[in-house]
Nanobody, 123 residues
């Protein structure tokens, strides 16, 4: 059984930093595409960042490029999202996802999802 458990969310002032973690069980994160999506109240779930399987490239939505970094610790079977220079518009529930490939920007490419972690940024 595959489980993805996110942690690290919180409440903080604009300009601050957070690191989200996604601990996986039942699935080796290095072998699959891993991604972060987010969903703000009243909005659809949207792509934030992804890292391809093995030594593949990373991808980011334009609004987080240069501020967010996705990474993977194979020994801990965990994926991270380092978020710097946070803005109020980054406020959302952040979800970790794991997929077998395809369009990494699309929620439909991911079979497994975590429960989400809340990030709230105030000005």
């Amino acid at each position: 059984q595959v489980q993805l458990v996110e942690s690290g969310g919180g409440l903080l002032q604009a300009g601050g930093s957070l690191r989200l973690s996604c601990a996986a069980s039942g699935r080796t994160v290095s072998r699959y595409a891993m991604a972060w999506f987010r969903q703000a109240p009243g909005k659809e779930r949207g792509f934030v960042a992804a890292i391809s399987s093995f030594s593949g490239p990373t991808y980011y939505t334009d609004s987080v490029k240069g501020r967010f970094t996705i990474s993977r610790d194979n020994a801990k079977n965990t994926v991270y999202l380092q978020m710097d220079s946070l803005k109020p518009e980054d406020t959302a529930v952040y979800y970790c996802a794991s997929g077998d490939g395809g369009n990494l920007y699309n929620t439909g490419s991911y079979a497994y999802w975590g429960q989400g972690t809340q990030v709230t940024v105030f000005s």
